[in-house]
């Protein structure tokens, strides 16, 4: 049972270039969501998408973009890397409908900028 | 000022002893509480959830909320070496969708 994996696990970034962190689940989840973490702020909400074709920003999106084509995947790209980029990115997945739906997070990708 | 506050500590404690977390919070709109758990290096994973102001125990953690005081806390009970890791407090507005986290606690229990 795989759950939500994310790829790459590590990513060094010059400056300016622009890439792509790979989320997919096998849960069918509807929702799923992109969060920055950094020290001392938590888990900032970057994106969100409530299903296929649906996304809308969350608290920190300027810099990256984000599409859901199918309900198992959802990238994150970065258009183009800045220093202030560095961080550990997570994604999670949950059902919308029920009582406890709980978000489902992957392992993460630290991404280092230079 | 942040939604939700937390103090990141680090938290130290002897192996053994009650750990005690707690986070306050701002817009009287949430109404789902949770406490995720991280070790290093790796995802949050989901420890304990509510919806209602009171307690609610599972195993050695009780989660408690105070809606009228904006505060939830977590208890760790008899705390062992593998309880070491950051503990975050999240809350919601709906059953599902965007959750806000507070900053996290790391706490360490010594042997």
């Known amino acids: 049972n795989a759950g939500v994996t994310q790829t790459p696990k590590f990513q060094v970034l010059k400056t300016g270039q622009s890439m792509t962190l790979q989320c997919a689940q096998d849960m069918n989840h509807e929702y799923m969501s992109w969060y920055r973490q950094d020290p001392g702020m938590g888990l900032r909400l970057i994106h969100y998408s409530v299903g296929a074709g649906i996304t809308d920003q969350g608290e920190v999106p300027n810099g990256y973009n984000v599409s859901r084509s199918t309900t198992e995947d959802f990238p994150l790209r970065l258009l183009s890397a800045a220093p202030s980029q560095t961080s550990v990115y997570f994604c999670?997945?949950?059902?919308?409908?029920?009582?406890?739906?709980?978000?489902?997070f992957g392992q993460g990708t630290r991404l280092t900028v230079v | 000022q942040k939604e939700v506050e937390q103090d990141p500590g680090p938290l130290s404690v002897p192996e053994g002893a009650i750990v005690s977390l707690n986070c306050t919070y701002s817009n009287s709109a949430f109404q789902y509480f949770m406490w995720y758990r991280q070790y290093s290096r790796k995802g949050p994973e989901l420890l304990m959830y509510t919806y209602s102001s009171g307690n609610k125990e599972d195993g050695r953690f009780t989660a408690q909320v105070d809606k009228s005081s904006k505060y939830i806390s977590l208890f760790i009970r008899d705390s062992q070496p593998s309880d070491s890791a950051t503990y975050l407090c999240a809350m919601r507005t709906d059953s599902w969708g965007k959750l806000q986290f507070g900053a996290g606690t790391q706490v360490v229990v010594t042997p």
């Open positions: 999670a997945s949950s059902k919308i409908q029920g009582p406890n739906t709980e978000a489902f």
